[in-house]
């Protein structure tokens, strides 16, 4: 039992280790998951989605410098992809409520995909306000800076995550299958 458990100890540290090592891929740019007149202006006039890419791939690959942005995100096989999602997009003054809202939201949805199967997924909002004499774009730029460095902060913890659970189901499969044999 003892030897079983270290085993399944060792395998766990070995794949959590080639996690850590593992090349990813992002999905850019980011899709939406809604549209607006105010997030398509955003888009336009602020080249947000352009700005959001560049500073998630910029801080993703400060942690995994083989990080590389693809366009199709099936196109990865096998090796793990981070698609994104903008789930929220709201300029300061754009909400419903009846006083002035001050700060600008951007919501950020991001999913951890080996082949085609999703194994983990994390959800971030940020909000900025908006400065005297500063336009939107300026405080949209913040906000990608703490979403980029929220997503870079996350992908290990996924991947090591994804590596344990592989790992478990592997040593699960395997001792079936011994269990099988012996029968």
């Keep these: 039992m003892h030897v079983r458990l270290a085993c399944g100890f060792a395998l766990v540290l070995a794949s959590l280790n080639a996690a850590a090592q593992e090349r990813i891929f992002l999905a850019l740019p980011p899709a939406f998951d809604f549209e607006s007149e105010a997030s398509a202006k955003l888009r336009r006039d602020c080249a947000l989605t352009e700005r959001l890419s560049k500073q998630v791939?910029?801080?993703?690959?400060?942690?995994?410098?083989?990080?590389?942005?693809?366009?199709?995100?099936?196109?990865?096989g096998e090796r793990p992809v981070v698609r994104l999602w903008i789930?929220?997009?709201?300029?300061?003054g754009a909400s419903s409520a009846s006083h002035k809202d001050t700060l600008n939201r951007m919501g950020l949805r991001a999913e951890l995909y080996e082949g085609a199967e999703r194994r983990l997924f994390g959800d971030w909002r940020a909000?900025?306000?908006?400065?005297?004499?500063?336009?939107?774009?300026?405080?949209?730029?913040?906000?990608?800076?703490?979403?980029?460095?929220?997503?870079?902060?996350?992908?290990?913890t996924a991947l090591r995550a994804s590596a344990a659970n592989r790992a478990a189901?592997?040593?699960?499969?395997?001792?079936?299958a011994a269990k099988d044999a012996s029968q």
């Design 127 to 156: 909000t900025s306000a908006s400065h005297p004499g500063e336009g939107a774009c300026r405080a949209f730029e913040r906000i990608a800076v703490t979403l980029g460095n929220n997503l870079a902060a996350w992908v290990p």
């Design 87 to 92: 789930t929220q997009l709201q300029p300061a």
């Design 169 to 176: 189901a592997d040593a699960a499969a395997k001792d079936a």
């Design 57 to 76: 791939l910029a801080s993703v690959q400060e942690r995994y410098p083989g990080t590389e942005a693809i366009d199709d995100w099936q196109s990865a």
